[in-house]
C-alpha cells in the first residue's frame, strides 16, 4: 500500500490533464454562453471561430519566428495573441454587420439565427482552410517541460514521476487571469451590469437607456477575446487542425449547457465536468489499485470503466442526462 | 398546370444542368451525381417532413444515415459461421440479459411509487446489469475478434439481397428515432437540435468502435449487390452488341477492324459502368417517387393540416384536442426512417460500409443546407435543394478553379500565391455552400421553392 505514489499517480495522469483540458473548454463554453445570454442564438461557428482566431495567432507566430523574435523558454504565440485576438474581433464585427445584425433587428427566432450561423461556420472553415490549409500545425516552441518525470523521482525519491508541461501551466494560470477579469468586468462595472440586464429582459434595458449596439459590440470583443486565447491554448497544447475544432465545438456545446447555458459560471465550471468525466470515465485504474490494495488484491485487468474510444461519448451522455433531467443545467442556466 | 411551373422550371435547369456535365465532362461523373443527388433528396425529404411539416429540428441525420447503413451490413454480409461459433452464444446471452434489464427497469417504474429507494434501485440494477452483461460479452467479443481478423472479424449478416436492408435501415432509424423523441422532444428547438446532434454522435461512436458487429473502422467491403457486376457485362454478348447499335455511328468511321476492336473494347468499358449507374438510378428515382407521392399525399391529407396546425400554433392545436406530443412523435420517427432508407441506399450504392466516413459535417449540415435553400415544407423543394446543393458542393471546385485561373491569369504560373490558390480549390465548396445558405437565408427565407399551402 503506497498512498503517496497513487495520488502522485493520478495528480499526472488525471488531475493535470484534466485541469488543462477543463481550461481550454472552459473558454470556449463562456463564449458560447455570452452569445446566447445576449445575442439569443446557440453558435454554431464556435469551432470554427475559434480556428479563425488560432490560424492568425500561428501566422503572426510563424512571422515573428522567422523575424527572429521569441520570448525564450515561453512559446512565441503568447506574443502574436494580442493580434489574433484583434483580427478575431474584427472578424466578428464584420460577421455580425452583414450577417447577424439584420435577424437582430428583425428578431428573428432564434432557431433561424442558429441556422444563420450555420452558414457562417460553413463560410469561417472554408476560409481557414483556404488561407492554411486542413492539416496539422504544431506552432508551439520553447521550453516543453516544467518538470520532467525522470526529474521528479530523482528530486523526491518517489516510484511515481510528476511531469508538468509548460503549456498546462501557462493554459491554467492564464484561464484564471481571464476569467477573474471577466467576473469582475461583469459583476463589478456598469456596462457588465447593463449586459446582464440586456440579458434578463432585453425591453426593460433599451427602456432604461442601455444602448443595444455597444451591448453587441463588447459582447463580440469579450467572445474574440476568450476564443481566441482558448483556440491558441488548445492548439499548443494538441496542435492546430481546422477539423478538431470543429468537432471540440460539440463538446464546448455541452460544457455550456451543462453548466446551464446563458450562465457564464457554470459555463466555466461546466467546462471541468467535461473534462474531468472524459477522463475518470475512461483512464485504466490499474496501476492505482497496485498501489492503494494489498498485493494480494491486484486487479488482472485494466479496471477502466469506458474504452478511449468512447471518450466524446462520455460527455455526450452526459448531457443527454442533464438535458434529461435538469435541462437548465447544474447551475442554473439564462441568468447572466 | 401553372400552380406546378416553377416547380417545371426548377427541375428542368437542374436536369439541363446535369446533362451538360455528362455531355462536358462525362456521362458517368454525370450519373454519380445525379444518383447522389437523388439519395441526398431522400435525405431531405426525411429532415423536410420534420422541419417543414412540424417545425421539428433534428440535427440527428448522421446517425440514422449510419444505422441505415448499418441494416445493410447487417442483411446483406455473408453469415461468419465461425464467429457465431465462436462467440454468438455469449452475445446473444448477454443481449438478453440486457433485454432483462430494461423490462425489470420497466416493471420497477410501473409498479413502484415515485421515491428516492426507486431511483437508487433503479441506479443499482443499471450498475449490476452493465457490470454483468459486460463480463459476459467479452470473452465472446475476444473470440469474434479474433476470426480471421483481416478480412472477417466480426458476425456478418444474414446474407440476403441488399435491397431488403432499405425497409430493415427505416425500421433501425425509425426504432432509434422513437427513443431519442420520447427522451427530447420535450426540449426547446434549439436544445433539441443540439441534444439530436450529440445522441447521433453517440450512434456512431458505438457503430465505430463495436467491431464484433461492424468491423468498425476497418470497414465492411464488398458487399453484394442487386444490380450487375461490370465484369459480367463486359463480358455478355447482348450487352456488347447493345453498345455497338448505340456507337454505330462512331464506329463506322473507322475501317481498321483491329483499331475498331479496340474503340469498342473502351466503350464497353464506359458503357458497363454508365450501365450499372443507370440501374442504381432508376432504382432510387423509384424509392424517391415513392416517398414524394406518400409524402405530398401526407401533406394534403387532414393529418398534414393537423401537422401545419401544430407547428404554427402548437396551443391553438392543443385546444382543439391534438395530442401535439404523440403527433410529434410520429413524425419525428416517420422523418427519421426515410433517412435510414436513404443511409442504407448509400451503402448499397457504394458496396461498402465505412462508419469513419459519417461526420456531422457532412451528414447533418449540407443536409439542412439542403433543405433551407430548397424551401422547407415544400417537397419538391427539399428534393431541388438536395439536387442543388449536391451539385453545386461537386462542381464547385470546377467553378472555382475557372474563376482562380480568370483573376489570376497575369500572374506567373509558379506564383506561390497562384499555387497556394489552386491547391486549396476543394475548400472552395464549403465557401460557396455557406455563401449560399446565407445569401437564401437573407433574400428569400423561405428557399427557391418555397412552401405553398392552398386555401380552398
Not at chain 1, 500500500?1 to 484534466?18: E, Q, R, S
Not at chain 1, 432585453?202 to 482558448?230: C, F, Q, Y
Not at chain 2, 413502484?112 to 443499471?126: A, D, E, P, W
Not at chain 2, 476492336?261 to 432508376?282: A, M, P
Amino acid at each position: 500500500m503506497d498512498y503517496i505514489n497513487a495520488i502522485i499517480l493520478l495528480l499526472n495522469y488525471i488531475v493535470i490533464p484534466g485541469l488543462t483540458y477543463g481550461s481550454q473548454l472552459a473558454l470556449g463554453a463562456i463564449f458560447v454562453t455570452l452569445i446566447y445570454a445576449i445575442l439569443r442564438f446557440a453558435n454554431f461557428a464556435t469551432g470554427d471561430m475559434m480556428a479563425f482566431g488560432t490560424m492568425v495567432a500561428v501566422l503572426f507566430t510563424s512571422l515573428f519566428q522567422s523575424w527572429g523574435i521569441s520570448l525564450g523558454a515561453l512559446p512565441t504565440a503568447l506574443l502574436a495573441i494580442p493580434f489574433a485576438i484583434i483580427s478575431m474581433i474584427f472578424y466578428m464585427f464584420f460577421i455580425d454587420k452583414f450577417v447577424f445584425e439584420y435577424y437582430r433587428l428583425q428578431k428573428t427566432p432564434p432557431v433561424i439565427l442558429a441556422m444563420v450561423s450555420i452558414g457562417v461556420m460553413f463560410v469561417t472553415q472554408a476560409i481557414v482552410r483556404i488561407i492554411i490549409g486542413p492539416d496539422d500545425v504544431t506552432f508551439f516552441d520553447g521550453k516543453k517541460f516544467v518538470i520532467k518525470a525522470a526529474e521528479f523521482k530523482q528530486l523526491t525519491g518517489f516510484n511515481e514521476g510528476l511531469a508538468i508541461q509548460l503549456i498546462q501551466v501557462i493554459t491554467i494560470i492564464l484561464t484564471i487571469i481571464l476569467v477573474l477579469i471577466l467576473f469582475w468586468f461583469l459583476n463589478k462595472t456598469k456596462t457588465g451590469k447593463s449586459m446582464k440586464a440586456y440579458s434578463d429582459n432585453e425591453d426593460l434595458a433599451l427602456l432604461s437607456g442601455i444602448d443595444p449596439k455597444r451591448i453587441v459590440m463588447i459582447t463580440w470583443i469579450i467572445a474574440g477575446i476568450l476564443a481566441t486565447t482558448g483556440g491558441v491554448l488548445y492548439g499548443l497544447d494538441k496542435s492546430f487542425k481546422p477539423f478538431t475544432y470543429f468537432d471540440n465545438m460539440l463538446l464546448i456545446f455541452a460544457a455550456a449547457i451543462v453548466g446551464g447555458i446563458g450562465n457564464p459560471f457554470g459555463a466555466f465550471l461546466g467546462g471541468y465536468v467535461i473534462a474531468f468525466s472524459e477522463i475518470l470515465i475512461t483512464y485504466a485504474y490499474k496501476k492505482f489499485f497496485i498501489y492503494i490494495l494489498p498485493t494480494s488484491m491486484e486487479p488482472e485487468s485494466l479496471m477502466q470503466l469506458l474504452s478511449t474510444d468512447y471518450k466524446f461519448a462520455v460527455s455526450f451522455s452526459i448531457l443527454v442526462i442533464v438535458l434529461l433531467y435538469r435541462p437548465s443545467g447544474i447551475f442554473k442556466g439564462r441568468v447572466l | 398546370m401553372k400552380k406546378y411551373s416553377d416547380v417545371i422550371i426548377a427541375y428542368s435547369i437542374m436536369m439541363v444542368l446535369i446533362i451538360l456535365i455528362g455531355i462536358y465532362q462525362s456521362w458517368n461523373m454525370a450519373l454519380s451525381i445525379f444518383n447522389m443527388c437523388l439519395i441526398s433528396a431522400v435525405m431531405t425529404m426525411g429532415a423536410n417532413i420534420q422541419w417543414g411539416y412540424a417545425g421539428l429540428i433534428n440535427f440527428g441525420i448522421m446517425g440514422y444515415t449510419a444505422l441505415g447503413g448499418l441494416a445493410a451490413v447487417l442483411i446483406a454480409a455473408d453469415p461468419v459461421q465461425e464467429a457465431w461459433r465462436a462467440g454468438g452464444l455469449d452475445i446473444l446471452v448477454s443481449l438478453g440479459l440486457l433485454v432483462l434489464m430494461i423490462l425489470t427497469i420497466r416493471f420497477i417504474i410501473k409498479n413502484f411509487n415515485k421515491s428516492k429507494l426507486r431511483t437508487y434501485g433503479i441506479v443499482s440494477i443499471i450498475v449490476l446489469g452493465v457490470i454483468t452483461i459486460r463480463t459476459t460479452i467479452e470473452p465472446g467479443i475476444d473470440a469474434i475478434e479474433s476470426v480471421d481478423p483481416s478480412t472477417k472479424g466480426f458476425l456478418g449478416g444474414l446474407g440476403l439481397p441488399i435491397i431488403f436492408s432499405w425497409i430493415v435501415g427505416a425500421f433501425f432509424a425509425g426504432g432509434l428515432a422513437f427513443i431519442v423523441g420520447k427522451v427530447a422532444l420535450g426540449l426547446r428547438s434549439d436544445y433539441l437540435a443540439i441534444a439530436t446532434l450529440l445522441i447521433s454522435e453517440i450512434v456512431v461512436a458505438i457503430i465505430k468502435h463495436e467491431d464484433w458487429l461492424t468491423r468498425g473502422v476497418k470497414n465492411v467491403i464488398g458487399l453484394k449487390r442487386t444490380v450487375p457486376y461490370e465484369i459480367d457485362l463486359q463480358a455478355t454478348q447482348w450487352f456488347i452488341s447493345l453498345v455497338e447499335k448505340f456507337n454505330s455511328g462512331k464506329l463506322n468511321l473507322i475501317s481498321n477492324i483491329a483499331d475498331k476492336q479496340i474503340l469498342l473494347n473502351q466503350l464497353v468499358k464506359e458503357g458497363s459502368s454508365v450501365f450499372v449507374k443507370l440501374c442504381y438510378s432508376g432504382l432510387f428515382l423509384i424509392v424517391v417517387i415513392m416517398i414524394l407521392i406518400l409524402t405530398q399525399k401526407a401533406l394534403y391529407s387532414p393529418w398534414g393540416r393537423m401537422m401545419r396546425a401544430i407547428r404554427d400554433n402548437e396551443e391553438a392545436a392543443n385546444a382543439m384536442g391534438k395530442n401535439i406530443a404523440k403527433q410529434h412523435l410520429l413524425i419525428f420517427v416517420l422523418g427519421s426512417a426515410i433517412v435510414g432508407i436513404a443511409g442504407a441506399m448509400l451503402v448499397t450504392q457504394d458496396g461498402l460500409f465505412a462508419p469513419a466516413g459519417y461526420r456531422p459535417f457532412r451528414y447533418t449540415f449540407v443536409i439542412w443546407v439542403m433543405v433551407i435553400i430548397g424551401g422547407s415544407g415544400n417537397n419538391f423543394g427539399a428534393i431541388l435543394g438536395g439536387f442543388a446543393v449536391w451539385f453545386l458542393w461537386i462542381e464547385s471546385a470546377h467553378i472555382a478553379l475557372f474563376f482562380i485561373d480568370l483573376f489570376t491569369a497575369n500572374m506567373d504560373d509558379t506564383h506561390v500565391f497562384k499555387i497556394h490558390l489552386i491547391e486549396s480549390v476543394p475548400y472552395f465548396r464549403y465557401l460557396v455552400t455557406g455563401l449560399g445558405l446565407l445569401l437564401i437565408m437573407r433574400y428569400r427565407p423561405k428557399g427557391i421553392l418555397p412552401e405553398k399551402i392552398q386555401v380552398k
